[in-house]
């Protein structure tokens, strides 16, 4: 079993070093471009406030959800130097749930993109290689996964396991992988047409040393860029979810929760929704920037057509 397990990973060992490679051969080319210069200043800003947020807030308790027995003489203040977001409807440091919004916004997308990969990965490698019966019902599965809203799916979870991380990923893994299935399916199909695979397979190599071998090794990297892609939109899919009342509990330090608190008082206290809101969308941008960058360098048409922008 042991050994069988190794012989799995050795190929996915040199995919992921070649990937490296060609990452890291390319990295100054893209360094090149403005926009993906700007894109990933603003993802390692997120991803840095992600990581120290808790102990750079000034109040992490209220952060966290913990509304202060002063809540009432503190609530819906306006930014000033002591609260520089304001305060929200409790009376909590808007600044300190805004911050801590950002490990909840790169925890759910590290999670749903990485399961949904994997998931995509595999259905699509193996409906490429099996053809027939194989081919023709997991392309059926993906397609019905496809037409499923993730804000559907996240109602039926809501009511079935109640608000909380696990129902806000689950419902968007449900719906996420079918699409990176259906884009590693349509590379491994041309893959599989090539004239080293046809060897291999004549050859007698075993079907799991040719999906990770051949196919997987020249199937990785396009899916990968189209991941980095997506992350924008996952993010704005989960906060929506969150916005609707259907994934985090209230109080979480979610900027979807914290836009949907300050929904009602929108006409008096605007920086309520503002600036979780203004972090959302700076957020999904850094990603869209990155990934939009990555695909145009590896698309020579995109290239060409996009050769006078910055």
């Given at each position: ?37 700007v894109g990933l200043a603003i993802t390692v800003v997120i991803l840095l406030l992600a990581l120290v947020g808790p102990w750079i807030v000034p109040y992490p308790d209220e952060g966290e959800g913990y509304v202060p027995p002063e809540a009432s003489q503190r609530e819906k203040q306006p930014p000033s130097l002591k609260f520089l977001f304001g305060t929200d409807t409790r009376g909590r440091d808007l600044f300190s749930r805004v911050i801590l919004g950002a490990r909840s916004a790169v925890l759910q997308i590290t999670t749903v993109i990485s399961l949904s990969l994997v998931i995509g990965l595999v259905v699509g490698i193996l409906a490429a ?182």
């Amino acid at each position: 079993m042991s050994t069988s397990i190794k012989e799995f990973m050795k190929p996915l060992e040199s995919s992921g070093k070649r990937l490296y490679g060609d990452l890291s051969k390319s990295f100054k080319r893209y360094l090149k471009r403005t926009r993906f210069k700007v894109g990933l200043a603003i993802t390692v800003v997120i991803l840095l406030l992600a990581l120290v947020g808790p102990w750079i807030v000034p109040y992490p308790d209220e952060g966290e959800g913990y509304v202060p027995p002063e809540a009432s003489q503190r609530e819906k203040q306006p930014p000033s130097l002591k609260f520089l977001f304001g305060t929200d409807t409790r009376g909590r440091d808007l600044f300190s749930r805004v911050i801590l919004g950002a490990r909840s916004a790169v925890l759910q997308i590290t999670t749903v993109i990485s399961l949904s990969l994997v998931i995509g990965l595999v259905v699509g490698i193996l409906a490429a290689y099996f053809r027939g019966v194989v081919e023709t019902v997991l392309n059926y599965l993906v397609e019905l996964f496809i037409s499923i809203p993730a804000v559907i799916v996240a109602l039926v979870l809501r009511l079935a396991l109640g608000p909380g991380l696990p129902t806000i990923i689950t419902s968007l893994v449900i719906t996420w992988w079918s699409w990176y299935a259906r884009v590693t399916y349509v590379y491994a199909r041309s893959v599989m047409e090539m004239d080293y695979v046809t060897l291999a397979r004549l050859s007698g190599l075993s079907p799991v040393k040719i999906m990770t071998r051949h196919v997987m090794r020249n199937v990785l990297t396009p899916v990968l860029v189209q991941a980095v892609t997506d992350m924008g939109s996952v993010l704005l899919e989960a906060s929506t979810i969150n916005f609707l009342g259907l994934g985090l509990p209230l109080n979480s330090p979610e900027w979807g929760v914290i836009m949907f608190e300050g929904l009602g008082v929108l006409e008096i206290a605007p920086w309520i929704s503002a600036y979780p809101g203004l972090f959302l969308l700076m957020t999904a941008l850094g990603f869209s920037l990155v990934g939009d960058t990555l695909r145009e360098e590896m698309d020579p048409r995109l290239r060409r057509r996009w050769r006078l922008w910055f």
